[in-house]
């Protein structure tokens, strides 16, 4: 696994060099756009990145746990998770990927 973490910085410092704007008016971009998509997602929307993947969020319903190390069951609340779906362009780029 890489060591590297892709940072909100990094997106702007991106943008800055490929598109030209200032680096205040990338990480203004970046950011914009990041609110946008949580904007959507907090909605219950999907957004769907061509080429990239799908985030959703799914209702998941209340449930019965257990406790691994002592055996006893604990309820699990009714909660929202986020799922991504990558596309099949993004599956086959990272499986290239790890055959180098």
Same mark, same amino acid.
């Given at each position: =696994?890489?060591? *590297? $973490?892709?940072?909100? =910085?990094? @997106?702007?410092?991106? /943008? !800055?060099?490929? /598109? &030209? @704007? +200032?680096?205040?008016? +990338?990480?203004?971009? %970046?950011?914009?756009?990041?609110? !946008? /998509?949580?904007?959507? @997602? /907090? *909605?219950?929307?999907?957004? *769907?990145? +061509? +080429?990239? &993947? $799908?985030?959703?969020?799914?209702? *998941?319903?209340?449930?019965?746990?257990?406790?691994? #190390? $002592? &055996?006893?069951? %604990?309820?699990? !609340?009714?909660?929202? %998770?986020?799922?991504?779906?990558?596309?099949?362009?993004? #599956?086959?780029? %990272?499986?290239?990927?790890? #055959? #180098?």
């Amino acid at each position: =696994m890489a060591d *590297k $973490t892709l940072t909100r =910085m990094d @997106l702007a410092d991106a /943008v !800055h060099s490929q /598109v &030209g @704007l +200032s680096r205040n008016e +990338s990480a203004d971009l %970046v950011e914009r756009v990041l609110t !946008h /998509v949580s904007d959507a @997602l /907090v *909605k219950g929307e999907q957004v *769907k990145i +061509s +080429s990239f &993947g $799908t985030f959703s969020v799914r209702e *998941k319903a209340a449930r019965v746990g257990r406790n691994p #190390k $002592t &055996g006893e069951e %604990v309820p699990i !609340h009714p909660r929202r %998770v986020l799922t991504f779906r990558p596309s099949h362009l993004m #599956k086959d780029r %990272v499986a290239a990927g790890n #055959k #180098k």
